[in-house]
């Protein structure tokens, strides 16, 4: 891909800010960066999180790694630097839809630290929040909602994460979840409340 000239380019701002669209819609915009290895449960918790806000009245959205890779990231495949490119790709999305104020979640491997890294640096430290979806790789492979696990054991899927691709655990998750051992409501319930006493969102009954 070229670069464009960057000397030919300028941010536009609006006459409606950030701090307008939140007053309107009563609550912070925030990007939920959920991560973990595939069949963790990250997608399920993530639709569970969206369905729960939008009940209390808070305006959410899911980017989910699936969905994403059918259409602005259709061109990329699976090694290590189409993944980053990858995950660059999605934090730009969700900081534009956490600079409209929404609670954006996004659900993907994303595999690297570093990349993880790159994506809270490009967002700022309060509007990302990292959310790991703890289950081990056993209890992963056990689960193998897609059968992916035993494709990637057969050779079929190259550089499939946890088999003949690396996970890099976050060591400094703002909130951990025990997907391998506990069903989406727990989590979600768990992703709420922590959202709540963080004034992300306003309590059940505000």
Same mark, same amino acid.
């Given at each position: 891909?070229? !670069?464009?000239?960057?000397?030919?380019?300028?941010?536009?701002?609006?006459e *409606?800010?950030?701090?307008?669209?939140?007053r309107?819609? /009563?609550h912070?915009? *925030?990007?939920?960066?959920?991560?973990?290895?595939?069949?963790?449960? $990250?997608?399920?918790?993530?639709?569970?999180?969206?369905?729960?806000?939008? !009940?209390?009245?808070? &305006?959410?959205?899911?980017?989910?790694?699936?969905?994403?890779?059918?259409?602005?990231?259709?061109?990329?495949?699976?090694?290590?630097?189409?993944?980053?490119?990858?995950?660059?790709?999605?934090? !730009?999305?969700? $900081?534009?839809?956490?600079?409209?104020?929404?609670?954006?979640?996004?659900?993907?491997?994303?595999?690297?630290?570093?990349?993880?890294?790159?994506?809270?640096?490009?967002? /700022?430290?309060?509007?990302f929040?990292e959310?790991?979806?703890?289950?081990?790789?056993?209890?992963?492979?056990?689960?193998?909602? $897609?059968?992916?696990?035993?494709?990637?054991?057969? /050779?079929?899927?190259?550089?499939?994460?946890?088999?003949?691709?690396?996970? @890099?655990?976050?060591?400094?998750?703002?909130? @951990?979840?025990?997907t391998?051992? @506990?069903?989406?409501?727990?989590?979600?319930? $768990?992703?709420?409340?922590? &959202?709540? !006493?963080? /004034?992300?969102?306003?309590?059940?009954?505000?």
């Amino acid at each position: 891909m070229t !670069e464009p000239d960057a000397r030919n380019l300028a941010w536009h701002s609006g006459e *409606v800010g950030r701090d307008d669209r939140e007053r309107l819609l /009563g609550h912070r915009g *925030v990007t939920l960066w959920l991560t973990g290895l595939s069949g963790s449960g $990250k997608s399920t918790v993530a639709r569970r999180v969206e369905r729960l806000l939008v !009940e209390r009245g808070v &305006l959410a959205y899911v980017l989910d790694g699936d969905n994403v890779r059918h259409g602005l990231n259709r061109d990329l495949g699976f090694g290590p630097a189409q993944r980053s490119e990858n995950i660059r790709r999605i934090a !730009e999305v969700a $900081k534009l839809l956490t600079d409209a104020g929404l609670v954006t979640i996004t659900a993907f491997i994303s595999p690297y630290r570093a990349d993880r890294a790159q994506a809270r640096a490009l967002l /700022g430290g309060s509007d990302f929040l990292e959310i790991y979806c703890a289950a081990t790789i056993e209890e992963c492979e056990a689960r193998d909602p $897609k059968g992916l696990y035993a494709r990637a054991r057969a /050779g079929e899927i190259p550089e499939f994460t946890g088999i003949s691709a690396p996970y @890099e655990a976050p060591e400094h998750a703002e909130l @951990e979840l025990p997907t391998g051992r @506990e069903d989406a409501d727990a989590s979600a319930r $768990k992703v709420l409340a922590f &959202l709540t !006493e963080r /004034g992300y969102i306003p309590a059940a009954n505000a």
